[in-house]
């Protein structure tokens, strides 16, 4: 069946960076769009970036010019580069992948914090 393993989330001070991974199985990983969403304390999740298969990419404006979303379809897996962080990207950050369907990983937590 298919995964969605999120990983590189953690603890960083403000101005810090961080790098999350979402390795995929069970798919045909090249023909998925492959987005990062997240999820703040008291508030609904929100989309942060998206690729489709054919490389197009889309940003929140919130991370526009801070945050890049890749892929690598050799490895099967989507990257979200996290640079200058705030303390309101604190959320949990949830992989997905969308064709017919969308699936979802279990999320990693990022905690931007002094």
């Known amino acids: 069946q298919v995964q969605l393993v999120e990983s590189g989330g953690g603890l960083v001070q403000p101005g810090g960076s961080l790098r999350l991974s979402c390795e995929a199985s069970?798919?045909?990983?090249?023909?998925?769009?492959m987005g990062w969403y997240r999820r703040a304390p008291g508030k609904q999740r929100e989309l942060v970036a998206r690729i489709t298969s054919g490389g197009l990419i889309n940003y929140a404006d919130s991370v526009k010019g801070r945050f890049t979303i890749s892929r690598d379809n050799a490895k099967n897996t989507v990257y979200l580069q996290m640079n200058s962080l705030k303390p309101e990207d604190t959320a949990v950050y949830y992989c997905n992948a969308i064709l017919t369907v969308t699936y979802w990983g279990q999320g990693t937590q990022v905690t931007v914090s002094s």
């Open positions: 069970g798919m045909i990983f090249s023909i998925y769009q």
